[in-house]
T-cell receptor, first 112, second 113 residues
């Protein structure tokens, strides 16, 4: 069965600084990978996805992620964070028809 | 086009009571899912339906039942609610069976006392 690890439960970043959120997955074949963001009290919004092809994928709100098969990683990056980026971020992998497997999430705090 | 809708938004139950969470999508999607979200646990799959007329267990199905009433609707039933079922419940759907982004509803916050 597939699994996802997000090693950082909380991350604090100053506004304007760069951001990298880590995600490691375990899956036997080529994975379908996703990053979702959840603002407090809200549902989940897709930031970006990787299915195949270019290993650097661009998403909404200035986010990007890089798929590295050799490291089983799919880290999320943003060059300069804004206060509105404060939220919970979830990495997820899809291994087939039985839905997504999510990491436990990383809570992003933005310092002014 | 409302996407995925869930009712109710909030619910408080007493232990032992039953209730049904409703989910509907208007995107003509084939597959639908129910997840629960608990602090520090991410989202965990309860049940899913890969197509109309089929349902399958996910990671945490105990204490729940589901019905795929038609292509649009996928309901989640708690027959005898327990405090351990206090959670936020999300419904999601995708056009096919896999390799698509999931579209999530706004969630139902359930408290069992």
């Amino acid at each position: 069965a597939q699994s996802v690890t997000q090693p950082d439960i909380h991350i604090t970043v100053s506004e304007g600084a760069s951001l990298e959120l880590r995600c490691n997955y375990s899956y036997g074949a080529t994975p379908y990978l996703f990053w979702y963001v959840q603002s407090p009290g809200q549902g989940l919004q897709l930031l970006l996805k990787y299915f195949s092809g270019d290993t650097l994928v661009q998403g909404i709100k200035g986010f990007e992620a890089e798929f590295k098969r050799s490291q089983s990683s799919f880290n999320l990056r943003k060059p300069s964070v804004h206060w509105s980026d404060a939220a919970e971020y979830f990495c997820a992998v899809e291994g087939g028809a039985d839905g997504l497997t999510f990491g436990k999430g990383t809570h992003l705090i933005i310092q002014p | 086009n409302a996407g995925v809708t869930q009712t109710p938004k909030f619910q408080v139950l007493k232990t032992g009571q039953s209730m049904t969470l409703q989910c509907a999508q208007d995107m003509n999607h084939n597959s639908m899912y129910w997840y629960r979200q608990d602090p520090g646990m991410g989202l965990r799959l309860i049940y899913y339906s890969a197509s109309e007329g089929t349902t399958d267990k996910g990671e945490v199905p105990n204490g729940y039942n589901v019905s795929r009433l038609n292509k649009r609707e996928f309901s989640l039933r708690l027959e005898s609610a327990a405090p351990s079922q206090t959670s936020v419940y999300f419904c999601a759907s995708i056009p096919g069976q896999w390799a698509y982004e999931q579209y999530f509803g706004p969630g139902t916050r359930l408290t069992v006392t």
